[in-house]
């Protein structure tokens, strides 16, 4: 049962989202680009009051999807 709580803890306490600098260095990208791509719409996001947040899922999912993509040429 102890193994059971000590799971429930490390899924809480993981973070669902990135902010704007997680996601802008997890993508190797500056802190400009990832606002022009959040504004743009190319880096899905959520705006909560003044913060922006991004939801590691959506972004994941995003880059899958770019990855799946055949490139012309």
Do not use: C, W
Request: hydrophobic letters at 40%; aromatic letters at 2%.
């Amino acid at each position: 049962m102890n193994k059971d709580i000590n799971t429930a803890q490390v899924s809480i306490t993981e973070k669902l989202t990135f902010t704007v600098s997680e996601a802008a260095e997890a993508l190797g990208i500056g802190r400009s680009a990832a606002y022009q791509g959040i504004h743009s719409g190319e880096i899905p996001s959520i705006k909560i009051g003044n913060r922006i947040i991004i939801p590691k899922v959506a972004l994941q999912q995003k880059l899958q999807a770019a990855g799946q993509t055949n490139p012309k040429g």
